[in-house]
């Protein structure tokens, strides 16, 4: 795989349960090095819309053609305004790799669902559907799902952009620009 493939993170803004709406951004790169464009849309927090925007988002920017895959910082964005990997890579054609830091809890999240949405089984079907692969980074290891994918590339891609940490950098940008406009300077982990 060439390492100047063109790559698509997404990560959603800092956010309070009091807000209606945040942001999702976008960033487009050549592998970990190359910013080609910032894409952005408006988000419900704890709403539907995530999978829908994420499509337009992939299918809107003139990059389309060139992109190899899109990577998520995890399965939701907002709360839970949850990411259905599977329609995305459907309605795009374009590969999906969810990526989150920790094994995500199953048992909590359920809970969670069921406390606060009346449509708690749609959301945690979604949430719960697919494999679910450890990958071992330098540091600790990471959680990945892939659609349109297979487990090996999905990997490769990881690899080609994560320049320090575990985070790929299309990711790891998307958050600092996502935070910085929110909160008027970037900041965290991602």
């Known amino acids: 795989m060439k390492t100047q493939i063109r790559l698509l993170g997404i990560d959603d803004s ?7 709406y945040a942001i999702i951004v976008g960033v487009i790169m050549r592998g970990g ?3 080609e464009s910032v894409l952005s849309r408006k ?22 053609v060139q992109l190899k895959s899109i990577l998520l910082d995890g399965v939701t964005f907002c709360g839970f305004n949850v990411l259905n990997i599977e329609k995305i890579f ?7 790799i969810t990526i989150t830091r920790d094994k995500p809890d199953y048992k909590k999240i359920k809970n969670a669902l069921i406390k606060n949405f009346s449509d708690w ?31 090996k590339e999905a990997k490769e891609i990881i690899t080609i952009s994560t320049i320090r940490g575990v985070i790929p950098e299309p990711i790891r940008i998307a958050h600092l620009i ?3 406009i929110i909160r008027g300077e970037s900041y965290g982990k991602v």
């Open 43 to 64: 988000i419900k927090v704890d709403g539907d819309d995530s999978t829908d925007l994420c499509i337009d988002m992939v299918n809107k920017t003139r990059h389309k």
């Open 178 to 180: 996502a935070s910085g």
């Open 90 to 96: 459907l309605k795009t054609g374009i590969p999906v």
């Open 14 to 20: 800092p956010f309070s349960f009091s807000d209606e």
């Open 121 to 151: 089984e749609n959301k945690f079907d979604i949430i719960e559907k697919g494999l679910l692969y450890q990958v071992k980074t330098n540091f600790n290891p990471i959680y990945i799902k892939c659609s349109g994918i297979s487990f």
């Open 33 to 35: 090095s190359y910013i």
